[in-house]
């Protein structure tokens, strides 16, 4: 029997035990962090010959030059050619809906002008543009992720960033054409088979064949964690993901086979991730952990599903939904599903999650693929102050500031005073020239 947590709000330790429940120590570990610092170091003096020396040594290639670490866009593009049919054309839906999806999400720049007797003509406003170049990082090796690069990769376009540049690593040499064939259908601009912390060097610093980009996107290992981290303030990223994690509200009312599944989901990504249940039925609990011990034995990652649960599952029995919404708020967890009979009044009740997943046919899965929203969200509680990935991450605001003759001397005498204030003279000066005596 899989010895999944159980907690209730009922007990007098409750607190304490969630406490426990939610610690997540992510720290660094010491020898990645001294390994990607070398790295970024080297990567950042050296160039292209470093990239092209890590790559040999990583990922087992025996490259002479960047040149050979690059493909091209027909190369993409026969990637996408040769999908079987169904694969390519479920690909080819899902970049549809994430598509229409994100380009509802495109800001727009805006302005006013002022009416009043003493400030006519003054103009204030906010300009809209997109970044010049992102880097995206794709996962290689173990795992290949198709899914991300439309996630990443799309959002980077709708918002009409004019250079989109992935590195995916291929150890071995070995090229994943799923990959390859959405690259193809985001609209990707170019492709290095490069990855690691010498790939986030490479976007980062710019080398002779790679150009400095803006902000790097997308997950990884460890290593290219922390060179993110490192990086960043040199160019912007996306954020440092977490573990995954998904949290069931339930109310007794679903398939109990589909809510261990869905815990499933996320516990298959590996040992680290986290399955909650919270449920107002203590029968339905045990529903659910029978149909768990029904299910994991067919399940091909069985190892890492148990492993996750077992170590960082639960099931939180609670009085009542309000209850069970108060916990999910502090939670505030990626992936929230509100497996009830009458979701929709609980939905405007959650306030922090990553995405809310409403009723009993919204799996999670869906959302990683092809529902249309972004599949990268906020992870380790992160959820309180941040959204999920978007059009608009890709897209930086400017100030617009336009002073008439009239409102520069309404202005000018309240910057004045209050530069003055401040002990700044010069900002005073600056604005009491331009008034008229």
């Given at each position: 029997m899989v010895a999944i947590k159980r907690l209730a709000t009922v007990d007098t330790d409750f607190k304490a035990k969630m406490d426990a429940l939610l610690a997540f120590e992510a720290a660094q570990d010491e020898g990645v962090e001294r390994?990607?610092?070398?790295?970024?170091?080297?990567?950042?003096?050296?160039?292209?010959?470093?990239?092209?020396?890590?790559?040999?040594?990583?990922?087992?290639?025996?490259v002479s030059?960047?040149?050979?670490?690059?493909?091209?866009?027909?190369?993409?593009?026969?990637?996408?050619?040769?999908?079987?049919?169904?694969?390519?054309?479920?690909?080819?839906a899902a970049a549809q809906r994430v598509r229409v999806y994100h380009e509802k999400q495109r800001l727009e720049g805006w302005s006013y002008t002022e009416e009043s007797e003493e400030m006519r003509g003054t103009m204030l406003g906010q300009m809209i543009t997109p970044l010049d170049r992102v880097g995206l990082y794709v996962p290689g090796g173990k795992a290949a992720y198709p899914s991300s690069v439309l996630m990443n990769a799309i959002p980077a376009k709708v918002a009409g960033v004019k250079e989109l540049i992935m590195v995916v690593p291929t150890p071995g040499g070995e090229h994943n054409q799923l990959v390859l064939a959405a690259a193809c259908l985001a609209g990707v601009d170019r492709v290095f088979t490069i990855g690691g912390a010498q790939a986030v060097g490479a976007l980062a610093y710019g080398t002779a064949s790679i150009p400095q980009v803006d902000k790097?996107?997308?997950?990884?290992?460890?290593?290219?964690?922390?060179?993110?981290?490192?990086?960043?303030?040199i160019v912007g990223i996306d954020m440092i993901a977490g573990p995954s994690e998904i949290l069931v509200v339930a109310d007794g009312s679903g398939n109990p086979d589909w809510v261990a599944m869905d815990?499933?989901?996320?516990?298959?990504?590996?040992?680290?991730?986290?399955?909650?249940?919270i449920c107002t039925d203590a029968g339905y609990i045990e529903q659910v952990q029978a149909s768990i011990e029904k299910l994991l034995p067919t399940m091909p990652r069985r190892?890492?599903?148990?492993?996750?649960?077992?170590?960082?599952?639960?099931?939180?029995?609670?009085?009542?939904?309000?209850?069970?919404?108060?916990?999910?708020?502090?939670?505030?967890?990626?992936?929230?599903?509100?497996?009830?009979?009458?979701?929709?009044?609980?939905?405007?009740?959650?306030?922090?999650?990553?995405?809310?997943?409403?009723?009993?046919?919204?799996?999670?899965?869906?959302?990683?693929?092809?529902?249309?929203?972004?599949?990268?969200?906020?992870?380790?509680?992160?959820?309180?102050?941040?959204?999920?990935?978007g059009v608009y991450d890709f897209q930086k605001r400017t100030s617009l500031i336009k002073v008439s003759q009239a409102g520069a001397q309404t202005l000018g005498r309240i910057a004045?005073?209050?530069?003055?204030?401040?002990?700044?003279?010069?900002?005073?000066?600056?604005?009491?020239?331009?008034l008229e005596n």
């Open positions: 390994t990607v610092i070398g790295i970024l170091a080297d990567v950042k003096a050296r160039g292209d010959a470093a990239v092209v020396e890590y790559s040999n040594k990583f990922d087992r290639l025996s030059s960047m040149a050979d670490l690059e493909l091209s866009k027909a190369e993409m593009q026969k990637a996408l050619d040769g999908l079987p049919a169904e694969q390519r054309q479920a690909l080819e790097i996107v997308g997950p990884g290992n460890a290593y290219v964690a922390c060179a993110k981290r490192r990086v960043f303030g815990l499933f989901s996320q516990a298959e990504h590996d040992e680290l991730a986290q399955s909650i249940l190892e890492v599903i148990e492993t996750s649960l077992t170590n960082r599952g639960a099931f939180i029995l609670v009085r009542d939904l309000e209850e069970a919404v108060a916990i999910a708020n502090r939670v505030a967890p990626e992936h929230l599903e509100l497996s009830l009979a009458n979701p929709d009044p609980w939905v405007s009740k959650i306030h922090h999650a990553g995405a809310i997943f409403i009723g009993h046919y919204t799996s999670e899965s869906l959302g990683d693929y092809c529902a249309g929203p972004n599949h990268v969200l906020p992870t380790s509680g992160s959820a309180r102050f941040s959204s999920p990935l004045s005073t209050l530069a003055h204030g401040e002990g700044l003279p010069a900002h005073a000066k600056s604005a009491e020239f331009r």
